[in-house]
């Protein structure tokens, strides 16, 4: 089959809905797109979605799933202008859900030496199916204004089977958990991060079904902008690998550095413009007792010294001005939920000061709640509470410290907006037992209130939300840079948006 295709082709792929935004001149070789030789009957592309190479101005990752082994997984893709004129094969992973006995695919292309800041179309396919499309846009090849956005705390909206074999509805999910996806491409982002909890597969009863509901929801944004999540304590899978994370990490093809294929995707890092995204996996780290396995510590410190190498060469370069971290579990918390949990404060903490991280978004709490610029810790606190630096809320300069976010309002139902304390408190999470309690399953934890000194701005009325970030380089070098922040709610019945705050951090450019 030939290797190029006309755009005409490219669009009826797509549909007419979402074809449209490719329409442009210029032709390209006339060769339809059909299904390729091997026979019928071959299990579909589904599940389409991107993620960043290592350099997200030249590398793209084309992702999708099959129920079954598919022949030549390959992706055709080119400009608007050129059409299809390029090949990338695609590498299947698989993974056994040890729950239902179940083996999944998942097709991973990565495609190199694309152009920054470049549209570009795509065709993933395998023989005997209908292929599937998409487009993305690639980052920036340095400074360069461009929008992100976060939240996390998903869910999947499905109809499933329970155990006796009757229809069930998966009651963690919301009818947000669509709309937060349009309010996503209403917003039209360069990439979006996703801050753990995704799907809740591993409290459903069909984890697979789960997984693909995802994928299947998420698809109609994530084809068309990179996805790039962090694992949460519900990505932590009982029977589903050492780590519980092997289906995590057999859906998602990530930028990661690390050489142990069992801790392979859990943490990395990628540079946007000038922004040094790092993503954590916080279950490592924390004393909270929240997955299906408890995996505190997993790493043997390999986490947090990769950390302290991430943090320190970003703050050093001159081409890095922001450094944004994303992760699950929170450092604060003003709500009668999970609260906040000390050994991330013990472990982070002093690494987030030491290199000036800018921001750090999380989900974990179901609401949503962000803090003033902090640095260091309140002093004789028990609980290493944050030492606020600053009491400005719309104009913050980010060189005194970092504002932590909790965006956890992506849709998953047991919101925790109602559940803040009221007396300017919050609590911290200090300990757990040494052994899990038969009654909840969970090491039972202690915690100690604490004054909430560092608490700037909480949602008390809607549940549901999503913040979008969008960076203004600046002009000159040395100059300053600017971030300019809006949250937004996802409002009932039918996932309207509206601004529920705007603020701004700056600081100054690091190439002066």
């Not at 589904?46 to 022949?71: I, K, N, Y």
């Not at 902008?225 to 589903?240: D, F, L, Q, T």
């Not at 995707?265 to 924390?286: A, H, K, M, P």
């Amino acid at each position: 089959m030939s290797n190029t295709v006309s755009r005409r082709g490219a669009l009826g792929l797509m549909g007419a809905s979402a074809a449209l935004p490719l329409l442009g001149t210029g032709t390209a070789a006339a060769a339809p797109l059909s299904p390729a030789p091997g026979g019928g009957g071959a299990t579909p592309v589904q599940g389409l979605h991107l993620t960043f190479g290592r350099d997200p101005a030249r590398q793209m990752v084309v992702s999708w799933l099959t129920d079954g082994p598919v022949r030549r997984p390959r992706v055709l893709y080119g400009t608007l202008d050129d059409g299809f004129g390029s090949y990338a094969p695609a590498v299947t992973r698989t993974y056994l859900d040890g729950d239902s006995n179940r083996t999944v695919w998942v097709h991973h292309a990565e495609i190199n030496r694309l152009s920054p800041n470049t549209e570009y179309l795509y065709v993933a396919q395998h023989d005997g199916a209908t292929p599937d499309a998409g487009t993305f846009r690639t980052a920036p090849g340095g400074r360069s204004a461009f929008t992100f956005t976060s939240f996390g705390d998903q869910s999947a909206p499905q109809v499933t089977w329970d155990l006796k074999g009757a229809p069930a509805l998966d009651f963690f999910s919301t009818p947000a958990t669509k709309d937060i996806v349009t309010g996503i491409e209403t917003v039209a982002p360069l990439f979006h991060l996703l801050n753990g909890d995704l799907c809740y597969a591993n409290l459903d009863v069909d984890r697979v079904r789960t997984w693909n509901n995802f994928f299947t929801n998420n698809t109609r944004s994530a084809r068309y902008r990179p996805w790039m999540p962090a694992a949460g304590n519900h990505e932590i899978e009982k029977k589903n690998g050492a780590i519980g994370m092997d289906a995590y990490q057999a859906y998602f093809q990530l930028p990661s550095t690390e050489t142990d294929p069992e801790l392979a995707g859990l943490w990395y890092g990628f540079t946007v413009g000038s922004v040094r995204v790092i993503v954590l996996q916080n279950d490592d780290n924390c004393l909270q007792d929240g997955g299906d396995v408890y995996v505190n510590g997993y790493s043997g410190g390999r986490q947090l010294a990769w950390l302290e190498k991430e943090l320190a060469a970003a703050r050093a370069s001159r081409d890095v001005d922001w450094i944004v971290v994303a992760m699950h579990q929170v450092m604060i918390s003003t709500s009668d939920a999970n609260g906040a949990d000390l050994g991330l404060r013990e472990k982070y903490g002093p690494l987030f000061d030491r290199y000036g991280v800018d921001l750090v978004l999380c989900g974990h709490e179901h609401d949503y709640e962000r803090s003033l610029a902090v640095h260091g810790v309140v002093a004789e606190s028990e609980t290493l509470t944050p030492n606020p630096v600053s009491d400005a809320t719309d104009n913050i300069d980010a060189t005194h410290g970092t504002v932590h976010m909790i965006l956890g309002g992506g849709g998953v139902s047991g919101t925790t907006n109602g559940s803040f304390f009221k007396d300017g408190t919050g609590k911290v999470l200090t300990a757990v037992a040494d052994k899990r309690d038969p009654a909840t399953g969970k090491r039972k934890p202690t915690y100690v209130r604490e004054k909430a000194v560092w608490s700037a701005v909480r949602d008390l009325d809607h549940p549901y939300g999503f913040a979008a970030f969008t960076v203004d380089p600046g002009h000159r070098p040395g100059g300053t840079t600017t971030m300019h922040v809006t949250y937004y709610n996802v409002n009932k019945p039918t996932g309207e948006l509206s601004v529920f705050e705007r603020f701004s951090l700056h600081r100054k450019r690091a190439d002066g």
